[in-house]
């Protein structure tokens, strides 16, 4: 066992974001947008073990990042909107300074290169609203929040990963204050290459962790124009591992959860009462070592006020 000292981390981050959409085209608007970064970061930190050594790491880099993306969204009638896009999106490398193992201190620039199609529809005079969206990103250098023992936790790179699935949802107005809202998702985020830093196994095929496969919701709510409102939702949320090993004791698997809310709202107030996790169940959101984690809320009843100022 060590412990920590010496610690400290600053990052400074200076961005710039510019749009240009082409509007000559009576149904066709296609833009380009572009993002520059520029991130400073250092570390300086050192772990104190039991026997008297310490191990130190003093680092520095500056990254500078141009992010640009090419897309087109085409009216195909006045209430069908298709849209594509295509661009590179990066997050910066970095330092684990709860990590001093100078051969898992630092980890990679992640680059990906994502790609989206999809399709809205608004129907009935607005009553009925669509949309789906498909994607596919390809991922080099994919940065993989772990542990690497009890107590070294850290980045690693995955050498390769992909992600593709859709997004889906839906808005029906019933009537003038009633309205049903339905989302779903489908997302397979897998590795490529990786090898683990530390046993040098071969998680190639597996799933990449935190990222659950599916997730829905489906919400009914009734809003009054005086501002009494209600609304009940369930929400579902598919396996998920914590670990890029996909070990049993790490993976959580699908649950459900049922809410509900009543109040009244015009701003700047606002007042309900509400039931979250109707059914109390058990689930994590994070799994550690596969021996603890951090439990999801249990059923939660109360009452909430708020004014805006």
């Known amino acids: ?46 772990n104190i073990y039991p026997d008297g050594s310490m191990l130190s790491l003093q ?3 500056t990254r500078f990042f141009v992010s640009p993306k090419l897309g087109v969204n085409v009216m195909l009638t006045d209430t069908i909107n298709a849209h594509a896009s295509s661009g590179l999106a990066f997050k910066p490398s970095g330092f684990s300074i709860a990590n001093i193992n100078t051969n898992l201190s630092h980890y990679n620039q992640e680059t990906t290169w994502h790609n989206e199609l999809g399709i809205t529809i608004e129907e009935m005079a607005g009553q009925l609203s669509l949309s ?13 929040e772990r542990y690497f ?20 949802e839906s808005e029906w107005r019933l009537n003038e204050n009633l309205s049903l809202q339905t989302q779903i998702g489908y997302t397979q985020t897998r590795f490529d290459t990786y090898r683990d830093p530390i046993t040098d196994a071969d998680y190639a095929g597996n799933m990449a962790p935190f990222i659950p496969e599916t997730n829905g919701l489906l919400a009914l709510q009734y809003q009054h ?16 591992y914590f670990d890029d090993s996909n070990t049993a004791l790490m993976r959580q698997n699908s649950y459900d959860l049922a809410h509900l809310r009543i109040g009244y709202e015009h701003k700047p107030f606002s007042a ?17 070592l596969g021996v603890s984690g951090v439990p999801g809320e249990p059923r939660l009843i109360g009452v909430k006020l708020t004014v805006d100022f």
């Open 132 to 144: 789906f969206t498909g994607f596919y990103y390809a991922i080099t250098d994919y940065q993989i």
């Open 272 to 288: 309900y009462a509400f039931v979250s996790n109707l059914g109390d169940n058990r689930y994590y959101t994070s799994k550690f």
């Open 1 to 46: 066992m060590y412990k920590n000292a010496l610690k400290q981390r600053n990052t400074n981050q200076y961005s710039a974001f510019g749009q240009v959409v082409y509007q000559d085209f009576q149904r066709i608007k296609p833009y380009l947008a572009l993002r520059i970064d520029s991130i400073d970061s250092d570390v300086e930190a050192a």
């Open 149 to 168: 023992t009890e107590f070294d936790y850290g980045i690693a790179n995955a050498a390769k990963a992909h992600s593709y699935g859709f997004e889906a």
């Open 59 to 61: 680092q520095q880099e």
């Open 225 to 240: 124009p005086q501002g009494y409102f209600a609304r009940a939702e369930w929400q579902f949320t598919g396996t998920t």
